[in-house]
């Protein structure tokens, strides 16, 4: 759970594993899954006979750490084997950690099986809570389709999207940086151009206007907002980058780096949590604050010829990747079906 979730759906083979549809909360909008009823012991208990096994992705946040332990006794108590993803070491929406990081105690002590998403993170919680997850690589959630490769332009074009400005996103420290990292090669005469894209509605009107007062007359920058993408027209404003700049400032891993590494953007980004690991060589380090290590790292980033949008390189790259991600998730869906039963066995030989 949550089963509404696009990743969840990525990692569950339909053809063995019945997904149960997520439990509506009371008062909630159609399609809301959170707070999940599935982890609450009363809904347990009333549905036990209905369920073999409980996966647990997202939504643990609506809960404490004392309701999670509650949580974990009803499993245990009626006998419903629980696996755990450990998608985020540092939650992204929020600000102080020290809730989730006892959350993340009781889930990851209390599961029966643990997995996470890079080597990288499984050391982390090893080292920190005492347990080695298994690794299932983050699969594509790219569904069917031809993917878009871009359209052709002579500029360079590197591009931020800061979404709704949510806790882990530095918007005014990524401007601020990328603004001045671009002025700074166009002074030494590179071709190229940067777009700062936020949503229209977000959640710090503060850090939006001081984005538009860095972006908005900015030699060499576009600033774009309006109402949030959906994932075609997003997969469409990203294919046309030359590299994509993540504005994170804490976190574990991303579904923004998945993305495009099936679009065959390259991605430049800090050091946070692991996002590195997710694909290394597509990875381009820069230091928030630090305008020559971006510089750097956008002339490293841009440099394969694949990364030109429109380009015939582009093309056969996306169709490459296309091609190997959808042998990976085969690989991952299978992966979890051998972890069910795995903890299935395990439960009835108990």
């Known amino acids: 759970m949550p089963a509404g979730h696009p990743y969840t759906r990525a990692v569950t083979d339909e053809r063995v594993v019945d997904l149960r549809s997520d439990p509506p909360p009371p008062g909630a909008a159609p399609g809301?899954?959170?707070p999940p009823q599935v982890l609450l012991p009363t809904w347990l208990d009333a549905?036990?006979?209905?369920?073999?096994?409980?996966?647990v992705h997202f939504g643990s946040e609506s809960y404490s750490a004392e309701e999670l332990t509650a949580t974990v006794d009803a499993l245990r108590r009626r006998g419903i084997p629980f696996v755990y993803t450990v998608h985020d070491l540092e939650n992204p929406q929020l600000t102080d950690q020290r809730a989730h990081r006892a959350a993340l105690a009781v889930l990851i002590a209390g599961a029966d099986e643990l997995t996470t998403l890079t080597a990288a993170t499984?050391?982390?919680v090893e080292r920190d809570f005492g347990r080695a997850p298994d690794v299932i690589p983050h699969p594509t959630l790219v569904e069917g389709g031809t993917l878009p490769t871009g359209h052709p332009r002579a500029t360079t074009r590197v591009g931020v999207h800061l979404r709704d400005l949510r806790p882990n996103i530095d918007g005014v420290g990524t401007t601020a940086t990328l603004v001045r990292a671009v002025a700074d090669l166009r002074a030494r005469g590179a071709d190229v151009e940067a777009?700062?894209?936020l949503n229209e509605n977000v959640r710090d009107a503060e850090a939006a206007a001081s984005i538009h007062a860095l972006a908005g007359n900015a030699d060499?920058?576009?600033l774009e907002r309006s109402a949030r993408l959906d994932?075609?027209?997003l997969a469409v404003w990203l294919a046309d980058l030359d590299a994509?700049?993540?504005p994170y400032s804490h976190g574990t891993h991303s579904g923004w780096a998945e993305l495009c590494y099936d679009l065959a953007v390259p991605v430049v980004g800090t050091r946070v949590g692991h996002v590195a690991s997710q694909h290394p060589s597509d990875f381009h380090l820069f230091g928030l604050g630090d305008p020559v290590s971006l510089e750097r790292a956008i002339v490293d980033a841009t440099a394969p010829a694949w990364s030109v949008p429109g380009s015939d390189a582009r093309a056969?790259?996306?169709a490459r990747r296309r091609e190997e991600r959808l042998d990976e998730r085969e690989r991952v869906r299978a992966a979890h079906v051998a972890l069910y039963r795995r903890s299935l066995r395990a439960e009835h030989a108990a």
């Not at 549905?47 to 996966?55: K, P, R």
């Open 244 to 246: 994509c700049v993540l």
């Open 122 to 124: 499984a050391a982390e």
């Open 47 to 55: 549905h036990a006979d209905e369920i073999d096994l409980v996966h």
């Open 220 to 222: 060499g920058v576009t």
């Open 32 to 34: 809301q899954w959170w």
């Open 231 to 233: 994932d075609d027209a």
């Open 195 to 197: 777009v700062v894209r």
């Open 316 to 318: 056969a790259e996306v």
